[in-house]
């Protein structure tokens, strides 16, 4: 069965800090992957997509790395700040017929002033 | 460039009613796609339209349903509403099969009372 695992579930770290949320996935014949952040009630922004032949991808404060062979995923976020609190999703693409991101359950990451 | 997007934005229904949520795709794009995001769930894959067929379905009851218009835009109707339907429905869509990645609406906020 194809999975997605984030840890950890939740992160509450102080303002500047440099931080590392994780995503794994079971099968790692992907198409490629997307990180999206959720703030509460709302859809889903994305941050950055990984293409399967990528091994990282960077949009200003943000680095995400992709490793197929091990099955996982990061997302760096560098200097964090109170608006980078949100739930950061992480999803697989496997394509084909299959067509629909599979996702992790989130991290919800909280940036204390 | 329209964002995905979603109408109405709430919607507030009684148990064994019928919902109608509508999405209209970001130009170009072919594919839609259904997300359900209950209260403290994940997002679960409700159902994948590209041009105007049903491609694959999640594991929902039939009374999940819905289509594909000429012009990409899509309608989820969920029929004999249950209180467990109350959550959060997002719409994506990609071109072809998600290979330049997907984009979310804000989402449509169901409440069955």
């Known amino acids: 069965k194809q999975e997605v695992t984030q840890i950890p579930a939740a992160l509450s770290v102080p303002e500047g800090e440099n931080l590392v949320l994780n995503c794994s996935f079971t099968?790692?014949?992907?198409?490629?992957l997307q990180w999206f952040r959720q703030d509460p009630g709302k859809g889903l922004t994305s941050l950055l997509l990984i293409q399967s032949s990528q091994r990282e991808q960077t949009s200003g404060r943000l680095n995400a790395s992709l490793d197929k062979s091990s099955g996982r995923s990061t997302l760096y976020i560098a200097a964090s700040q109170p608006g980078d609190s949100a739930t950061y999703l992480c999803a697989v693409n496997y394509g084909g017929s299959q067509g629909n991101l599979i996702f992790g359950k989130g991290t919800k990451l909280s940036v204390k002033p | 460039e329209a964002g995905v997007t979603q109408s109405p934005t709430h919607l507030i229904k009684t148990r064994g009613q019928q919902a109608t949520l509508r999405c209209s795709p970001i130009s170009g794009h072919t594919s839609v796609y259904w997300y359900q995001q209950a209260l403290g769930l994940g997002l679960q894959f409700l159902l994948w339209y590209d041009e105007g067929e049903e491609r694959n379905r999640g594991n929902f009851p039939p009374r999940f349903s819905g289509r594909q218009f000429p012009n990409y835009s899509s309608e989820l109707n969920v029929n004999a509403l249950e209180l467990e339907d109350s959550a959060l429905y997002l719409c994506a869509s990609s071109k072809g099969q998600g290979g330049y990645g997907y984009t979310f609406g804000s989402g449509t906020r169901l409440t069955v009372v």
């Open positions: 099968d790692s014949a992907i198409y490629n």
